[in-house]
């Protein structure tokens, strides 16, 4: 099992950049694919970015494409989401997630992901 806290959240100004941080628990972090995912008020959570295991595969959304990186270091449990250019619209609550099972492809649905944190808010200003 991992717990999962995300770190980093807050508000910017549309075109600012924001550094996400989830920091897991356990020693078996770099079996886990990790992702982000996002849910924006009254929406469904929503697919943002994925890392495999050993961190050399990455999957986006297109939304977020070459604005987005994600990056992750086994050393220190910890992945991240550097989030650049920000707009109104990447306004939400930012999830960091887990998944023991998959690893290619990476998964992009919820439900494949079996761990969670509580979430961290993003807001872009107009």
């Known amino acids: 099992q991992v717990q999962l806290v995300e770190s980093g959240g807050g508000l910017v100004q549309a075109g600012g950049s924001l550094r996400l941080s989830c920091s897991a628990s356990?020693?078996?972090?770099?079996?886990?694919?990790m992702g982000w995912f996002r849910q924006a008020s009254g929406k469904e959570r929503e697919f943002v970015a994925a890392?495999?295991?050993?961190?050399?595969?990455?999957k986006y959304a297109d939304s977020v494409k070459g604005r987005f990186t994600i990056s992750r270091d086994n050393a220190k449990n910890t992945v991240y989401l550097q989030v650049n250019s920000l707009k109104p619209e990447d306004t939400a609550v930012y999830y960091c997630a887990a998944d023991a099972e998959r690893s290619w492809p990476l998964p992009t649905v919820p439900y494949s992901y079996e761990y969670w944190g509580q979430g961290i808010q993003v807001t872009a200003s107009s």
């Open positions: 356990g020693r078996t972090f770099s079996s886990y694919a």
């Open positions: 890392i495999s295991r050993g961190g050399g595969n990455t």
